[in-house]
């Protein structure tokens, strides 16, 4: 069973800084397609931004484009989330997930592992 473990949230100021990290179980991290998900009490999961296994190719939600960069250090099996120039609106539980099959997706059912999650709160 592949287990990821997210560490680095925490609360910051609006228009600071914060970098995510999720490490990942086993010898198979290369293969996988990464993403990061977020999610406010009351409202639908979200993402956030998804990595390619090599790392070439990146894509973002439109609202954090410009602010967040994602990341990976496949020699370490770790996903990385450069948050810049945070906001309120930010606040949410962040995910880390992994999706074996390669098939591109922004949705939460095209993932096949999740961790489980931290807070990141944005003070105005």
């Known amino acids: 069973q592949v287990q990821l473990v997210e560490s680095g949230g925490g609360l910051v100021q609006a228009g600071g800084s914060l970098i995510l990290s999720c490490t990942v179980s086993?010898?198979?991290?290369?293969?996988?397609?990464m993403a990061w998900f977020r999610q406010a009490p009351g409202n639908e999961r979200e993402f956030v931004g998804g990595?390619?296994?090599?790392?070439?190719?990146?894509y973002y939600a439109d609202s954090v484009k410009g602010r967040f960069t994602i990341s990976r250090d496949n020699t370490k099996n770790t996903v990385y989330l450069q948050m810049n120039s945070l906001k309120p609106e930010d606040t949410a539980v962040y995910y880390c997930?992994?999706?074996?099959?390669?098939?591109?997706?922004?949705?939460?059912?095209?993932?096949?592992?999740w961790g489980q999650g931290t807070q990141v709160t944005v003070s105005p």
């Open positions: 997930a992994a999706d074996i099959t390669l098939v591109p997706s922004t949705k939460p059912e095209g993932y096949n592992y």
């Open positions: 990595i390619s296994r090599n790392g070439r190719n990146k």
């Open positions: 086993g010898r198979a991290f290369n293969t996988y397609n």
